[in-house]
């Protein structure tokens, strides 16, 4: 798939070689040329000069066909704003942006709008929101057996009890992260949009969970 990036500072350098290397295209945006020296010199993707709030400018990205968009430049507001362009405007629906104040955080989460804090793992983050599928569990124990992972609800869950949820996928939801925070479920706690659910597993179980919440999508769709 075509992915976007507005930023080419360590994290969004970082991110265009991870997600090249995985066999997407690529194209970053920054407004200072200079900016791309931070690209290795086999980068195959596309640069682009300018800002990527600027509509043409990330036309030119390729936004129209990209399956993703991502703002990790060094403000906020730039940030939202190119985030919001690329959603409202463009329709891309997997849309990710860094944030520097985590007070905001709740705010673009209501825009529907991932947010990622700024910390040493911020990459690592991001291609969880990106990839999903793809992204490695959150935590192992020494023996690599049990594992804290995101578990990929679907929308067909929102509105839905986690305990209807742990007993479709017969395991135990750990927290869920709801605008920003981290929540410990009780017997009463809804899933909503937007969360994304933790759980707690033995790593062989993680494919089966998978698919049991999946069919479950799928029956309801």
Known sequence: MHIVIMGCGRVGSTLAHILEDK?????????????????????????????????????????????????????????????RVARETFGVDNVVARIYDPRRAEVYQRLGIPTVATVRWTADQILRRLLPEGAEPLWRDPSGQVVLAELETGAQWVGEPVSALEEAASTRVAFLTRMGDALVPDAGTIVQDGDVVHIMARAAELERINAAVAARNEGDA
Do not use: Y
């Open 23 to 83: 066999g997407h295209s690529v194209a970053i945006i920054d407004q200072s040329p200079e900016a791309f020296r931070r690209l290795r010199s086999g980068f195959r993707g596309r640069r682009v000069t300018g800002f990527g709030f600027d509509r043409d400018v990330i036309a030119e990205a390729g936004i129209e066909r990209a399956a993703a968009f991502v703002a990790v430049s060094s403000g906020d507001n730039s940030n939202i704003i190119s985030a």
